[in-house]
């Protein structure tokens, strides 16, 4: 959980929703706040991967490590 609490990656695609959040708050529901949050959403998913993505290389490469000793 430490991991993607402290990656700047998801820490500022998490704090993006402050700004999507004030700019869809007073506008009506319509298609462009919904592909807002939308794309607001990949953001962060795409984050969330990236940081799965990392942690499954150095998972990988310690595996490595140890087979080669």
Known sequence: ????LLNPGVLTAVAGAVGVYKVT???PVN???LLLWGSWGIGVALAIGSVLEQDRQV???ELERELSK
């Open 1 to 4: 959980m430490r991991k993607f």
């Open 25 to 27: 708050k007073e506008a």
């Open 31 to 33: 298609w462009r706040s």
């Open 59 to 61: 998972r990988l490469e």
